[in-house]
């Protein structure tokens, strides 16, 4: 098993989390893991002065995971009125599947009750992410029935598909 520290990102960490993020969810890199977008989506998914703004943002935080020095994942949290958010969770693609997604998850869920004494966390996924959805669903989620639109930014990357949707997940604490 991994020895896993979990701590909060600082503005130093935007570089290297916006690389990981990006490894993670599109390109080739992504395809060794489980967790990929690249056949739904072209482009990357962050930069690093994004990553910089959510770091710096009053009600926003990043939750890194480390073995030792080496970054090997991070989630985003954003406190919207009595809700944690919970976005961008990434594990290096060559990791994954070795337990450090659901220990990052609950650190992060830790995390939110501490700062902000959170008892509710929302997250949207791509409906045909079925994997990923079990996956949050075994952590106890549940689909909310609820889908809003994909968000379109095309500096950043284009749809592969058409139609892409985001379905709501929700877990109350």
Same mark, same amino acid.
């Given at each position: 098993?991994?020895e @896993?520290?979990? /701590?909060?990102?600082?503005?130093?960490?935007?570089?290297? @989390?916006?690389?990981?993020?990006?490894?993670?969810?599109?390109?080739? /890199?992504?395809? %060794? =893991?489980?967790?990929?977008?690249?056949?739904?989506?072209?482009?990357?998914?962050?930069?690093?002065?994004?990553?910089? #703004?959510?770091?710096?943002?009053?009600?926003?935080?990043?939750?890194? &995971?480390? !073995? %030792? %020095?080496?970054?090997?994942?991070?989630?985003?949290?954003?406190?919207?009125?009595?809700?944690?958010?919970?976005?961008?969770?990434?594990?290096?693609?060559?990791?994954?599947?070795q337990?450090? =997604?659901?220990? @990052?998850?609950?650190?992060?869920?830790? !995390?939110?009750? %501490?700062?902000?004494? /959170?008892?509710c966390?929302?997250?949207?996924?791509?409906? &045909?992410?079925?994997?990923?959805?079990?996956?949050?669903?075994?952590?106890?989620?549940?689909?909310?029935?609820?889908?809003?639109?994909?968000?379109? #930014?095309?500096? @950043?990357?284009?749809?592969?598909? /058409?139609?892409?949707?985001l379905?709501?997940?929700?877990?109350?604490?």
């Amino acid at each position: 098993m991994l020895e @896993l520290t979990f /701590s909060l990102a600082e503005p130093s960490d935007a570089e290297p @989390l916006a690389a990981l993020i990006n490894s993670a969810y599109r390109g080739e /890199s992504s395809r %060794q =893991g489980w967790t990929t977008e690249a056949d739904l989506l072209d482009g990357r998914r962050t930069e690093a002065a994004d990553i910089a #703004n959510l770091i710096a943002h009053a009600d926003s935080l990043i939750v890194l &995971c480390r !073995q %030792q %020095q080496e970054l090997l994942g991070s989630v985003h949290l954003q406190h919207i009125e009595q809700q944690t958010h919970i976005g961008m969770l990434a594990v290096k693609p060559a990791l994954q599947n070795q337990g450090i =997604g659901k220990h @990052l998850l609950a650190a992060a869920e830790n !995390q939110a009750r %501490q700062t902000w004494h /959170s008892q509710c966390f929302v997250m949207a996924v791509i409906p &045909c992410r079925t994997e990923l959805i079990a996956f949050y669903e075994r952590r106890g989620y549940r689909r909310t029935g609820a889908l809003k639109e994909f968000p379109v #930014n095309p500096t @950043l990357w284009t749809p592969k598909v /058409s139609g892409l949707l985001l379905a709501l997940l929700e877990k109350q604490a």
